[in-house]
């Protein structure tokens, strides 16, 4: 059974930090590019950053220097370290599990965690 939990959401002050961390487990962990979504109210889900198998990074211009995804394949776990946080970083959080083989996309998402930035 595939599935992939996320934590270390919260509220946090502007300016402040929050790392959340995405367990996984199911399926082969190393093969998959995994990726961090957030979905605010009213707003359609978008990338935030996302990591190959391979730990090749990607980030959406709106956090470009002040997130970092990483990965850590014995423990089956994605990271967002997310620094100098600003209120329309409030979101939920999303972690999703892609892997793509022979023209074939495979895709898992975990239930989300809220992140609110508020003074």
């Known amino acids: 059974q595939v599935q992939l939990v996320e934590s270390g959401g919260g509220l946090v002050q502007p300016g402040g930090s929050l790392r959340l961390s995405c367990a996984a487990s199911?399926?082969?962990?190393?093969?998959?590019?995994m990726g961090w979504y957030r979905q605010a109210p009213g707003n359609q889900r978008e990338l935030v950053a996302v990591i190959s198998s391979g730990g090749n990074t990607n980030y959406a211009d709106s956090v470009k220097g002040r997130f970092n995804i990483s990965r850590d394949n014995a423990k089956n776990t994605v990271y967002l370290q997310m620094n100098s946080l600003k209120p329309e970083d409030t979101a939920v959080y999303h972690c999703?599990?892609?892997?793509?083989?022979?023209?074939?996309?495979?895709?898992?998402w975990g239930q989300g965690t809220q992140v609110t930035v508020s003074s």
């Open positions: 199911g399926f082969i962990f190393s093969v998959y590019a």
């Open positions: 999703n599990a892609r892997w793509v083989i022979l023209g074939s996309t495979r895709d898992y």
